[in-house]
């Protein structure tokens, strides 16, 4: 429970009651773990990619239409509120991210993500991405 002396916000996505930057007393040096940050769709987030793709072992996999695939992520930052993510790597996102950036050069880009709603026929959902200023 966070003191009511604290300001706080609320993750949109989760609902999550979490301190403002401003009010930590504390800076985090290093994000030991992460939650999986949720693109929802037409919901913008804001984030900062902290690292390349990695992925989870062989054995932890997601099911699609056509038999198993890996799950690929990246570690980001959510900008509104400071908090370390896992943000899965979808095949679209992925695809458009190495288009724009070559050899993983997001890392260290802050970028505004909407997923889209799912189009065509194959099923796949399209992502608005824009980069952000420092």
Do not use: W
Not at 9 to 18: A, C, F, S, V, W
Not at 45 to 59: A, M, Q, T, W
Not at 78 to 104: C, F, I, N, R
């Amino acid at each position: 429970m966070i003191s009511e002396n604290i300001p706080t916000t609320i993750n949109q996505q989760t609902g999550e009651i979490l301190p403002t930057k401003q009010s930590l007393k504390f800076k985090v040096k290093k994000q030991i773990t992460r939650t999986p940050l949720q693109l929802l769709p037409e919901f913008p987030v804001y984030v900062k990619i902290e690292s390349g793709y990695y992925d989870l072992p062989p054995e932890v996999t997601i099911k699609q239409a056509k038999g198993q695939a890996r799950l690929i992520l990246v570690d980001v930052t959510d900008l509104e509120t400071g908090v370390g993510h896992s943000m899965m790597m979808y095949t679209v996102l992925k695809s458009e991210l190495d288009k724009a950036y070559p050899d993983q050069t997001f890392v260290g880009k802050s970028l505004m993500i909407v997923r889209r709603d799912v189009r065509g026929q194959k099923g796949y959902c399209t992502f608005d991405i824009a980069e952000l200023e420092d």
